[in-house]
C-alpha cells in the first residue's frame, strides 16, 4: 500500500534530461500552435557548445531541426528518444 501526505505549497518545478550516446540533453515542452504542431519540444545540449533542436509532431509525423533529419528526412536520435519515452507517437512504417 503507497500513503501520499499532500501539503500545501507552490507548485513544484522538475528537469527532464535525455542522454543520448554521451551527450546529456535537457528537454522543454514547448505550447505549439494547433494548427502548425500537435507537440513539440526543445533539446539543449547541456554543457559543450549548447546545442538547440526543436522537435515537433504535426499531422505528417515527426520533424526536427537537426542537421541529421534536414538531411536524410527520416527519424533522427532527437525524434527516437523521445517517441522511447512516449513524448512523441512512433511512425509505423508500412509493411
Same mark, same amino acid.
Given at each position: #500500500? &503507497?500513503?501520499?501526505?499532500?501539503?500545501?505549497?507552490?507548485?513544484?518545478?522538475?528537469?527532464?534530461?535525455?542522454?543520448?550516446?554521451?551527450?546529456?540533453?535537457? &528537454?522543454?515542452? @514547448?505550447? $505549439? %500552435? /494547433?494548427?502548425? !504542431?500537435?507537440?513539440?519540444?526543445? @533539446?539543449?545540449? &547541456?554543457?559543450?557548445?549548447?546545442? &538547440?533542436? %526543436?522537435?515537433?509532431?504535426?499531422?505528417?509525423?515527426?520533424?526536427?531541426?537537426?542537421?541529421?533529419? @534536414?538531411?536524410?528526412?527520416? $527519424?533522427?536520435?532527437?525524434?527516437?528518444? @523521445?517517441? !522511447?519515452?512516449? #513524448?512523441? !507517437?512512433?511512425?509505423?512504417? /508500412?509493411?
Amino acid at each position: #500500500m &503507497v500513503t501520499v501526505h499532500r501539503t500545501e505549497r507552490a507548485a513544484g518545478t522538475f528537469r527532464i534530461t535525455f542522454r543520448i550516446g554521451e551527450t546529456e540533453y535537457a &528537454v522543454f515542452p @514547448l505550447q $505549439p %500552435d /494547433p494548427e502548425v !504542431a500537435s507537440k513539440a519540444y526543445r @533539446l539543449k545540449k &547541456v554543457g559543450g557548445d549548447g546545442a &538547440v533542436y %526543436d522537435v515537433s509532431q504535426d499531422r505528417f509525423g515527426p520533424q526536427c531541426e537537426c542537421l541529421g533529419f @534536414l538531411r536524410w528526412n527520416r $527519424p533522427c536520435k532527437h525524434i527516437r528518444t @523521445l517517441q !522511447a519515452a512516449g #513524448m512523441l !507517437a512512433p511512425v509505423h512504417s /508500412p509493411e
